[in-house]
Nanobody
């Protein structure tokens, strides 16, 4: 499974951050797989943001739930993250992840996103 993040590297405060994860080597409708987003702010640990499951279910980090939306396009084998009302604290490297079970994770290379005016 290969995952590739894409999106803007710079976003202004209060705007919406849209990211796309393009998946190859597997289908995002493959059973028992969740497709998620994780970020790492500078100098901090990994933060799980949420996921969309193979059958379209959603799970979100409660602390980010009000600003986060994860969706997918099965025809393009892509899934998406939208994070609204961004602030400089949302500056991070964002990763998309395929979760196929315990210790069976596949990561994209990550994309640096900076929130700055």
């Amino acid at each position: 499974v290969q995952l590739q993040e894409s999106g803007p590297g710079l976003v202004k405060p209060s705007q919406m951050l849209p990211l796309t994860c393009t998946v190859s080597g597997d289908s995002i409708t493959t059973t028992e797989t969740a497709w998620g987003w994780v970020r790492r702010p500078p100098g901090k640990g990994l933060e799980w943001m949420g996921a969309i499951t193979y059958d379209g279910g959603h799970y979100y980090n409660p602390t980010l739930r009000s600003r986060t939306s994860i969706d997918r396009d099965t025809s393009k084998n892509q899934f998406f993250l939208q994070l609204t009302s961004v602030t400089p604290e949302d500056t991070a490297v964002y990763y998309c992840v395929a979760d196929k079970g315990p210790r069976d994770l596949y990561w994209g290379q990550g994309i640096q996103v900076t929130v700055s005016s």
